[in-house]
């Protein structure tokens, strides 16, 4: 019997309801990525909320388009171009809304991040027309958004970098080197080569993270210039954090730890130094994190950094606090003093914080001097070369990281860092 019921109308709130959860959810995911409150399985089970409301969207149709524009138009971020240029791939009728969700992207650069994301979220052959369309017109503000996907769909990985290296925007050359280091592209070692003396400065620390990956051998100096400069849009908290870990395996003992005995005095670097450590995972980076728990600086973060290293954990052993200690406002025994919390950094949510004295008696009597050999490198308590395979699984996302690029080196396992990445497929 055929069905010739009319369609249900799309309740317009329950739209508005996907719409602002999947971009709340895809802002948890990017920010999830490089957090060491986060593994696997966390970034899964976000993925599985985001496919949810996107699934509604889908459902939804060409009803979604107009709102999911005018959140854009209104927040105008990543996460809100994510939802719109997915609500988009999926529609049958599009009339002008490509070009207004075009128009903004170049308005407002910073919102490609987010196409390109729902362009993998999407698909090859569903954002194949937009490829495309992005891909040929020139404009590098959609070139930026769609070369991560068709670098992820092509079987002719080189020879695209190859065409997009000489691109006169800087911004999409430091993508495309981004793409050869990590696909592990060892015959465009000469595009990355002579990337380290691009004029642009990102291009040339991404060539040489690329030249870190693909020939064994670094450029420490110029990552140090990397971590060293304040965020702006190329010197996002996650690209730093990526540039810092390279710093951390690539630098000589000679640069590293004078650079760190510095840092770690300095309010300014003191966090980045103290990531540094923890990738580097030293006997010395142990030491020099001991001395931070000691003295009381940024102890949420070093004693992650060290659990990162040594395998300590605040929780399973009972080694924090239910609550941030609070400090007394200068009124002092005045009734209408108010208790306020100590400041701590938003990097640090989801974090434990440590019972100091007891961890550092745990680490006393866990004893690094005697567990580790100089010169080797730990992670969650064993060296990183028996602790990376079950790492990355198992291991908190910073962990992850930090196993994926040693394994794409040691084992040429480039998949390794596509998956903690999580690029969809």
């Not at 503000?141 to 970098?161: G, I, W």
């Not at 065409?163 to 925007?169: G, M, S, T, V």
């Given at each position: ?8 109308p799309v309740v317009q709130s329950i739209v508005g309801q996907h719409l602002e959860e ?30 949810a409301h996107l699934s509604g969207l889908q459902v939804a149709g060409t009803a979604a ?361």
């Amino acid at each position: 019997m055929t069905n010739n019921a009319p369609p249900r109308p799309v309740v317009q709130s329950i739209v508005g309801q996907h719409l602002e959860e999947a971009a709340f959810y895809f802002v948890r995911r990017r920010a999830g990525l490089w957090s060491p409150a986060f593994g696997h399985d966390d970034i899964v089970d976000l993925e599985r909320l985001i496919d949810a409301h996107l699934s509604g969207l889908q459902v939804a149709g060409t009803a979604a388009i107009e709102p999911a524009l005018r959140n854009l138009a209104r927040w105008k971020s990543p996460d809100e171009a994510f939802v719109s240029t997915f609500v988009l791939l999926h529609a049958a009728e599009l009339g002008t809304a490509m070009a207004q969700l075009e128009q903004m992207i170049l308005d407002n650069p910073r919102l490609a991040d987010g196409a390109a994301e729902a362009i993998f979220w999407a698909g090859a052959g569903r954002s194949h027309r937009c490829l495309h369309r992005w891909w040929g017109c020139d404009r590098p503000e959609l070139m930026r958004a769609a070369f991560p996907p068709l670098m992820e769909f092509t079987q002719e990985k080189a020879r695209l970098a190859a065409e997009a290296i000489d691109h006169p925007d800087p911004v999409l050359r430091s993508i495309v080197l981004r793409s050869i280091g990590e696909y592990g592209l060892k015959d465009c070692l000469p595009l990355v080569k002579a990337g380290l003396e691009d004029e642009s400065a990102v291009c040339r620390y991404e060539s040489a993270v690329a030249h870190f990956s693909l020939a064994h051998s670094g450029r420490p100096e110029i990552l140090a210039s990397a971590i060293k400069e304040p965020e702006s849009p190329s010197h996002s908290p996650s690209n730093r954090r990526r540039w810092i870990l390279h710093w951390a395996a690539m630098s000589l003992d000679r640069q590293f730890y004078p650079w760190a005995e510095s840092a770690i005095e300095d309010p300014e670097r003191v966090r980045i130094a103290i990531w540094a450590l923890a990738f580097r995972g030293e006997l010395p980076a142990v030491e020099l994190l001991q001395r931070l728990l000691r003295a009381g600086v940024e102890t949420t973060l070093a004693a992650y950094a060290l659990c990162h290293i040594t395998g300590l954990d605040l929780d399973q052993q009972d080694l924090f606090h239910v609550d941030n200690d609070s400090q007394i406002s200068p009124e002092g025994d005045d009734e209408s003093a108010v208790a306020v919390e100590p400041e701590r950094s938003p990097e640090d949510d989801g974090l434990l914080e440590p019972d100091v004295e007891r961890a550092l008696a745990w680490l006393e009597e866990f004893e690094p001097a005697k567990r580790f050999n100089a010169g080797a490198r730990y992670l969650g308590g064993l060296s990183i070369f028996e602790s990376a395979p079950k790492m990355l699984d198992d291991g908190t996302q910073p962990q992850r990281w930090q196993s994926a690029l040693y394994l794409s080196r040691t084992q040429n396992s480039q998949g390794a860092i596509a998956e903690v990445a999580r690029i969809k497929r």
